[in-house]
Nanobody, 123 residues
Framework: QLQLVESGGGWVQPGGSLRLSCAAS????????VGWFRQAPGKEREGPLC????????WYADSVKGRFTISRDFGVYTVYLQMNDLKPEDTATYYC????????????????WGSGTLVTVSS
């Protein structure tokens, strides 16, 4: 059973950067697409923000393109989210999720979820 654990959240000033990690256990990630989502206080979950596919290609939503970078370390079963030029509106709990490869971006079955890590962007 695949399990995901996020880490790396915290407080950062506007314009700052954070790197989130999504560590997998129970299975390798080779056959999974991994995506990052977020949920701001009082709002619905948003995402996927970006996806790292099992074939190492990536996809980004327009809202984060150019500021966020997703990467994957196959050797340690971890997916990262590098977030730069953070804005107050990026404040949210960030979740990683995984689904089996082979589906289109809009059809990925996000079967596995982490419990989230909180990112707060404020001055």
């Amino acid at each position: 059973q695949l399990q995901l654990v996020e880490s790396g959240g915290g407080w950062v000033q506007p314009g700052g950067s954070l790197r989130l990690s999504c560590a997998a256990s129970g299975s390798t990630l080779e056959n999974y697409d991994v995506g990052w989502f977020r949920q701001a206080p009082g709002k619905e979950r948003e995402g996927p923000l970006c996806i790292s596919r099992g074939d190492i290609t990536t996809w980004y939503a327009d809202s984060v393109k150019g500021r966020f970078t997703i990467s994957r370390d196959f050797g340690v079963y971890t997916v990262y989210l590098q977030m730069n030029d953070l804005k107050p509106e990026d404040t949210a709990t960030y979740y990683c999720a995984a689904g089996p490869t082979g589906f289109t971006t809009q059809s990925i079955r996000w079967n596995y979820w982490g419990s989230g890590t909180l990112v707060t962007v404020s001055s």
